[in-house]
């Protein structure tokens, strides 16, 4: 017997698929993931019984799972939260209005390799003094949830100002500088540190949180290594170490962010 496949199945495959995609990229190297595999494994052996008929296994396992989804919201909270938080900064648009942005979605502003061509001098001249950074760069998610606990500057990109904040003597050298909209929006600004029990022990505090942000928006983040001088950048949940500052300015102009 042939069952009909419609459209309306494939398109039903396809959000199922992208949903587990998603969330698999949210709690992969997290102590969630293990939870996840062991509640998919006994939702799998409940299927397979309740197929055999076998009645009270079956029912045993259905008054487990349908309390379990209570148990699940508590347990996968924080997951959850990062979830709908990624979803909505990545689906978000920036207020700035633009045709060129709607349709290629691309920001139509003259001076993007200027700018990152600023962000590099900064990020070179800090490397080569081991003065440690953190740089958050936003594409479409606004970064203003962010900002709570830093300072709001609001003030134009040069890689002079970018190193003086971060120098070691000055009030906002703790914390992350996040750029957005073609400005230094705030600095000092605390990020949300990745959960991932697989990050190599050698990263400490910044690039844990780097990784953290990149897990929590859609922003691009730029890490200067106060031990070593590495540049690195975090998206996506992941770190690409020890970039030159070549590879860092075809990452930002290829990005097209401005």
Not at 16 to 44: E, P
Not at 168 to 196: F, M, S, Y
Not at 227 to 254: P, Q
Request: net charge neutral.
């Amino acid at each position: 017997m042939i069952v009909p496949v419609t459209v309306l199945d494939v398109i039903d495959i396809v959000l199922v698929a992208l949903i587990m995609f998603q969330l698999y990229r949210i709690i992969k190297g997290t102590a969630a993931f293990s939870i996840f595999l062991a509640v998919f494994f006994i939702y799998l052996f409940w299927l397979i019984v309740k197929a055999l008929n076998m009645q009270l296994v079956s029912s045993m396992l259905g008054q487990v799972i349908g309390v379990g989804v209570i148990a699940l919201i508590v347990v996968f909270q924080q997951e959850v939260r990062r979830f709908l938080l990624v979803m909505g900064n990545r689906y978000l648009k920036n207020s700035n209005f633009s045709l060129t942005r709607l349709f290629t979605g691309v920001k139509d502003e003259p001076g993007g390799p200027i700018i990152a061509e600023q962000i590099v001098r900064a990020a070179e001249s800090m490397a080569s003094k081991k003065i440690g950074s953190l740089i958050v760069i936003a594409r479409q998610g606004r970064l203003d949830l962010f900002t709570e606990g830093g300072e709001i500057l609001k003030a134009r990109i040069s890689a002079e100002l970018l190193e003086t904040i971060f120098f070691k003597n000055t009030p906002l050298h703790d914390g992350a500088v996040l750029i957005e909209d073609d400005l230094i929006l705030a600095a000092r600004c605390p990020l949300p540190v990745t959960d991932q029990l697989t990050i190599p022990t050698r990263f400490g505090m910044r690039h844990r949180a780097a990784i953290g942000m990149s897990e929590n928006s859609d922003a691009l983040v730029i890490v200067v290594s106060e031990e070593t001088g590495h540049i690195s950048v975090a998206d996506g949940g992941e770190i690409r170490e020890n970039l030159t500052t070549s590879e860092l300015r075809n990452i930002l102009l290829m990005e097209k962010i401005w």
